[in-house]
């Protein structure tokens, strides 16, 4: 792999062509639904670059921070929903970048916080956030909170949104597109009792990852939302996302110890680099702390993964059998596909982007809030 035995570890490594991959069929997906837009939420990806395959011509997008929304509107991605709950002390900051001519929507499912909305002097448009069964933010469709809040919003009033991250607890194909229809059926009800109080509703946003790929119909809703299927990571791979090998990212890392006595090696990438993310416990595949590919991406060693992390150790061992310990000296490198690329890619200020196996860009990331 060229360029890779140059790199200092740990690092980020982005796989172009399944990047490609992953993205064109999410768009695939999506279209099967007439009039319904894709909006890619870039809270994963953090970059311009990866924006600019998913969005094509700078179309609408999602992001999570303030950070983001000012790095994307910066990079010329005028339409966002931060999705986000809104404070009002962030509301200067996206009405100043509003007024400089993004169009930043932002989200609340308060009704003193939509007062602060209303009252604003500056370019604000907001949509009511409803909750259609994960349980961690929203009004529940039937609610009076939502014809409240509506009311004070007033013009402000886009829409309503809605996010089904319930639909990681499915383990079938048809699990998850029953919580899709779920979602759709709850956010659209939303969105008709506005209607019916004459309220104008131009956005009914739902989606996950999940949701979006396998809905059966989208009657009612206008865009979905959807991030983390831009990389894949182990835990998408088992809600069918995405096959196995089709994660585009992960993190390259240095053998720094081997110890036969306990048929393990240590590598330079702990949780610092990896996250302690375990969401796949409960699935019906545990990989630990993230499974261990070779330099070309592929599995080699058989079913190894990172048993153990501490700040900058993660431990290798084999699930089953034992490790090949003779192809793991001190000093030779791995890649590491995580378990939740969000958390992994989260550790890193960039990537190094890789086509064909050649390194061929460096593309930064915004971090942080």
């Not at 953090?46 to 992001?63: R, W």
């Not at 500056?122 to 469709?141: F, H, M, N, T, Y």
């Not at 000296?329 to 050649?358: D, F, K, M, Q, W």
Request: hydrophobic share 45%.
């Amino acid at each position: 792999m060229t360029g890779l035995l140059d790199l200092p570890t740990p690092c980020l490594l982005l796989d172009l062509q399944i990047l490609r991959r992953n993205v064109a069929r999410m768009a695939e997906a999506v279209a099967r639904h007439p009039g319904v837009v894709l909006r890619p939420h870039m809270k994963t990806a953090k970059s311009a670059q990866v924006a600019d395959l998913a969005a094509p011509g700078k179309g609408p997008i999602t992001v999570s921070t303030l950070a983001e929304a000012r790095y994307f509107a910066d990079h010329g991605f005028r339409d966002q929903i931060y999705a986000v709950g809104i404070v009002p002390s962030k509301l200067d900051a996206i009405a100043a970048m509003n007024a400089e001519g993004a169009e930043v929507k932002i989200i609340t499912d308060d009704l003193e916080t939509a007062v602060e909305i209303a009252r604003h002097a500056g370019p604000l448009e907001a949509l009511i956030e409803v909750d259609v069964g994960e349980g961690r933010a929203g009004v529940p469709p039937s609610s009076d909170l939502l014809l409240a809040i509506a009311a004070v919003l007033g013009r402000r009033l886009a829409g309503v949104i809605s996010h089904s991250g319930h639909s990681y607890a499915g383990r079938s194909v048809g699990e998850m597109a029953a919580i899709a229809e779920a979602e759709r059926a709850g956010v659209v009800a939303a969105a008709e009792r506005l209607r019916g109080a004459w309220h104008g509703v131009r956005i009914v946003s739902a989606g996950a990852s999940p949701t979006a790929l396998y809905a059966p119909r989208l009657d009612g809703v206008t865009e979905v939302r959807a991030g983390v299927y831009m990389f894949g990571d182990l835990m998408q791979a088992q809600l069918a996302t995405h096959p196995l090998d089709d994660i585009a990212v992960t993190v390259l890392a240095s053998v720094i110890g081997r110890y036969p006595q306990r048929n393990a090696v240590l590598l330079d990438a702990g949780a610092l680099a990896l996250s302690k993310d375990r969401s796949t416990e409960a699935a019906p595949r545990d990989w630990k702390f993230g499974r261990v590919l070779d330099l070309e991406g592929r599995p080699t060693f058989g079913d190894a993964v990172v048993t153990r992390v501490h700040q900058e150790h993660g431990e290798v061992r084999a699930a089953e059998g034992s490790l090949p310990l003779a192809r793991l000296p001190v000093g030779s490198r791995v890649r590491i596909a995580p378990n939740h690329a969000c958390l992994t890619a989260a550790a890193h200020p960039h990537y190094h982007v890789l086509e064909e196996g050649r390194l061929v860009a460096t593309w930064e990331r915004v971090n942080y809030w």
